[in-house]
């Protein structure tokens, strides 16, 4: 994966847990990141690695930090480097997630080796939506959990998110359910 996932990893442990335990996890994994640069491909390995020396130093689980990571990816990508990309992908929750493909069409121009997920919304009805999440590699659906939250809070649309189906657990691919709250209690109401 391209450096910048590293990256982002490094600055949540740093800004949430500190940079003593980053520092730990540097030397526990013997991955030393000083030399690197967030446009480059490092293997899938490393970052699995890292999660693994996180999740034992910091006493999580690998569930929790891969969720985090996605909570904070958004708002890293919503102010960062890619601000632009990812303020021109949707104006509200809906048609950006209706855009994520497009959105990483668009970051596979400047990062031409990506290996991007790719997403489809079904089931769509002023209610709630079905996400589909497929991607060629395993382990990373917390993440989209965290995704879909922190989009929630970027356009200030609150949602319940149910993972309704599981790679891990031999469905074809992931799948989340997602309800809108606020038209939820305007019907109750
Ligand atoms: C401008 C914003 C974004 C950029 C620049 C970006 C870029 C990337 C990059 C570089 C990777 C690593 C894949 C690789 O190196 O081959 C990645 C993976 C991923 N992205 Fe994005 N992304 C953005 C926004 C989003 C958003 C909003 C979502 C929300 C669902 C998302 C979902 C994911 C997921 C789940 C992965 C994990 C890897 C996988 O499943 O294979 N990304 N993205």
New binding site residues.
């Given amino acids: 994966?391209?450096g910048?996932?590293n990256q982002a990893l490094k600055l949540h442990i740093c800004e949430k847990y500190g940079a003593a335990s980053w520092k730990k996890i540097q030397e526990q994994s013997g991955i030393d990141l000083s030399n690197f640069t967030s446009m480059q491909?490092y293997p899938d390995s490393m970052t699995y690695q890292l999660i693994q020396t996180g999740v034992e130093v910091l006493n999580i689980t690998a569930e929790q930090l891969i969720e985090e990571i996605?909570y904070f990816?958004?708002f890293y990508?919503g102010t960062g480097g890619?601000k632009e990309?990812?303020t021109e992908s949707g104006d509200d929750f809906l048609s950006f997630l209706q855009n994520?493909n497009y959105?990483?069409g668009r970051?596979k121009s400047i990062?031409p080796?990506?290996?991007?997920?790719k997403?489809e919304c079904t089931d769509i009805s002023a209610t709630q939506l079905r996400l589909h999440?497929y991607?060629?590699?395993d382990g990373?659906s917390p993440?989209?959990l965290g995704?879909?939250k922190g989009?929630a809070d970027w356009f200030k649309e609150p949602v319940r998110i149910k993972h309704i189906l599981l790679k891990e657990r031999g469905d074809d691919h992931d799948v989340f359910e997602i309800k809108f709250i606020n038209v939820e209690s305007n019907r109750e109401t």
Avoid at 113 to 117: D, E, F, K, T, V
């Fill in positions: 994966m391209y910048i996932i491909r996605g990816w958004v990508m890619y990309i990812f994520l959105l990483h970051v990062l080796a990506l290996q991007s997920p997403f999440y991607s060629c590699r990373f993440m989209v995704l879909v989009l």
